[in-house]
């Protein structure tokens, strides 16, 4: 089963950035869907910046032009560059990998934007 570690999440005033990365535990984490997601409390879990298998990029609306992801095969990582963060943006962010061998996700990060 592949394994996946995010890290890079934290506290952050409006305004501000982080970057989050997911490692993946072997080289099949460079093929199929892979991408990010993120589950604000009391609300359910959504896409937010994702590659699909055709290596195009795709952006939920909420984050378009503020946040950018993107991969190093070398390293089985992906990352999420955030910009202009904003207090609605705190959630726990998890990175998920989809193939026809499985589904898997990581155990999450919580990223909180103060006001």
């Known amino acids: 089963q592949l394994q996946l570690v995010e890290s890079g999440g934290g506290l952050v005033q409006a305004g501000g950035s982080l970057r989050l990365s997911c490692t993946g535990s072997?080289?099949?984490?460079?093929?199929?869907?892979v991408g990010w997601y993120r589950q604000p409390p009391g609300k359910q879990r959504d896409g937010v910046a994702t590659?699909?298998?055709?290596?195009?990029?795709n952006y939920a609306d909420s984050v378009r032009g503020r946040f950018t992801v993107s991969r190093d095969n070398v390293k089985n990582t992906i990352y999420l560059q955030m910009n202009s963060l904003k207090p609605e943006d705190t959630a726990v962010y998890y990175c998920?990998?989809?193939?026809?061998?499985?589904?898997?996700w990581g155990q999450g990060t919580q990223v909180t934007v103060s006001s």
């Open positions: 998920r990998h989809f193939h026809s061998f499985g589904d898997n």
């Open positions: 072997s080289i099949k984490f460079n093929i199929g869907f």
């Open positions: 590659f699909d298998s055709n290596g195009s990029t």
